[in-house]
């Protein structure tokens, strides 16, 4: 299978890019582990050329929107990832900052994450997440289930996709990876 | 009875009766189960006799989705019980609170908020 939902698009081959690769082996990716490698990015990224600011306001905004979001992504893949490896790479390209999680889940879910994925891209994603909120309020049960997408998207801007790809040797896992875009503020 | 001082790795979150007003400190970035002692200690607070409570977020640098889930859920419980005045007291250079507090108007209109 090869199949892409909103705004995907793989990094261009040579473009400048920071990939680091979790092979959790033993040790499986802690909770709080995601914050660290979120705030990692943000602080690399902030003294990249094309992101660095000599305006403390706006640097701050950088870290704090970069930080949630590789968070967000971050703390996705680590809740649905079936125990292979999480790969995280931020680049730039286009004047976008574009961070790509790669992380393997069951195939068996692959049908309720496309509907789920088609969904948070059909619609005003402030009025999806107004709803959202209040249908999590009446049904405490389903948690904040797609409530992080929703806020990158209607808070911070973002544009996001996904791809799910084959995995050759293991036909009970499928490739996702979820894609964000941003606006890098050109200084 | 939930505990009216909630600390963890890096966070705190603290009722201050006499002031009538919930801290948040540091950076919470839970898993959505481990925000149920703050939600059930929201929910006291909701269902204590006061008019009115501040929710401090000045000193809380960071909060993920599932944290600003539990906060607009509060913000939705008081708009449903309609008892009670809440403020809030945020911070502008904070990034994730400029962007995603505002939206707390939303679910309750009635709510005022600080942004400094």
Request: with cysteine; glycine share 8%; charged share 20%.
């Amino acid at each position: 299978m090869n199949e892409s939902i909103g705004d995907f698009r793989e990094l261009g081959g040579g473009g400048a890019r920071v990939s680091l690769v979790f092979y959790p082996g033993d040790f499986p990716v802690r909770w709080s582990q995601c914050s660290a490698t979120a705030d990692f990015f943000a602080e690399y990224f902030a003294a990249v050329h094309a992101c660095r600011t000599a305006d403390e306001g706006a640097r701050n905004d950088f870290v704090g929107t970069i930080s949630y979001i590789v968070n967000e992504l971050v703390e996705n893949a680590v809740k649905f990832s079936v125990g292979e490896t999480v790969e995280v790479t931020v680049g730039i390209e286009d004047e976008e900052l574009v961070t790509i999680v790669a992380n393997h889940v069951l195939a068996a879910t692959v049908g309720p994450l496309l509907d789920k994925f088609r969904e948070l891209v059909s619609g005003d994603p402030q009025e999806m997440l107004f709803a959202r909120v209040e249908a999590n309020a009446e049904n405490p049960e389903d948690g904040a289930s797609g409530l992080g997408f929703l806020t990158m998207m209607a808070d911070y801007g973002a544009k996001l996709g996904w791809r799910f790809a084959a995995v050759h040797d293991n036909p009970n896992n499928v490739l996702l990876k979820t894609m964000a875009r941003l606006q890098v503020r050109n200084q | 009875m939930s505990a009216t001082d909630i600390k963890g790795p890096g966070y705190r979150v603290w009722y201050d009766e006499a002031a009538s007003t919930v801290h948040f400190e540091g950076s919470l970035r839970l898993g959505t189960a481990e925000y149920e002692p703050i939600a059930a200690l929201l929910e006291s607070v909701r269902t204590r006799p006061a008019k009115a409570i501040t929710l401090r977020m000045t000193d809380l640098v960071f909060l993920n989705s599932s944290g600003i889930n539990t906060l607009y859920k509060f913000v939705i419980g008081v708009r449903k019980s309609g008892a009670l005045e809440v403020h809030v007291d945020a911070s502008a250079t904070i990034p994730w609170q400029s962007k995603s507090l505002p939206n707390l108007r939303k679910f309750l209109p009635s709510i005022t908020i600080t942004m400094n």
